[in-house]
């Protein structure tokens, strides 16, 4: 069984300053995990995506998030926020064998920033 | 735009009725997910189906049924309408090719409030 945590519902930032949503996981498998974001009204889009390659992927938007086993985290970050980063971002594990009907949601952290 | 097309986009209606939510998948997907958004209980998947047939049910209602059409686009239908099943209804496709695995694209969702 795999699981997810956002460690934050919410996330408020200034426009420039740097952004970290925190994720940690739990998961029987070598995870893959992904970060989605989802802007007001809209669906989801896949942002980013660690599948056992380099521990530090890059994404769009200039996001990037770094898997470390050690802590079972996957934290995403960006080094300064811009208005139309403005959105909820959905931390997601997957079950593995290739089957996305077992990807498990967290329940989001939602950022704001600030002028 | 993911590519992925629901209508309707909003929808309200009263307890004890019946809907149909229509989406397109993008172009040569053959597999198509619905996942429930409410507020408590965060994305929960639904029901996946692969080119016509059904692949994986998640927590899924049996007042509620999917179908998936020759010509890939997919229904779900739900009755017997409460006022708890008001929530935001996605519906995702993805491609079965090599290295992506968890990428869904999403549509923009389907509202229904039921009163």
């Known amino acids: 069984a795999q699981s997810v945590t956002q460690l934050d519902s919410h996330v408020s930032v200034s426009e420039g300053t740097p952004v970290l949503l925190r994720c940690n996981y739990s998961?029987?498998?070598?995870?893959?995990l992904f970060w989605y974001v989802q802007h007001p009204n809209k669906g989801l889009q896949l942002l980013l995506k660690?599948?056992?390659?380099?521990?530090l992927v890059k994404g769009i938007n200039g996001f990037e998030a770094e898997f470390k086993k050690s802590e079972t985290s996957f934290h995403l970050t960006k080094p300064s926020a811009h208005m139309s980063d403005a959105a909820e971002y959905f931390c997601?594990?997957?079950?593995?064998?290739?089957?996305?009907?077992?990807?498990?949601f967290g329940k989001g952290t939602l950022l704001t920033v600030n002028p | 735009d993911s590519g992925v097309t629901q209508t309707p986009k909003h929808l309200i209606t009263a307890t004890g009725q019946r809907v149909t939510l229509r989406c397109s998948p993008r172009s040569g997907d053959l597999s198509v997910y619905w996942y429930q958004q409410s507020l408590d209980q965060g994305l929960q998947f639904l029901i996946q189906?692969?080119?016509?047939?059904?692949?994986a049910k998640g927590n899924i209602l049996e007042r509620f049924s999917a179908q998936q059409f020759p010509d890939l686009h997919s229904e779900l239908n739900l009755s017997s309408l409460e006022l708890g099943d008001s929530a935001l209804y996605f519906c995702?496709?993805?491609?079965?090719?090599?290295?992506?695995?968890?990428?869904?694209?999403f549509g923009e969702g389907s509202r229904l409030t039921v009163l």
């Open positions: 189906y692969y080119n016509g047939e059904e692949r």
């Open positions: 998961s029987s498998y070598s995870p893959s």
């Open positions: 995702a496709s993805s491609a079965h090719r090599r290295g992506a695995d968890g990428e869904l694209f």
């Open positions: 660690y599948t056992s390659a380099a521990t």
């Open positions: 997601v594990v997957s079950g593995g064998g290739g089957s996305n009907y077992k990807l498990t």
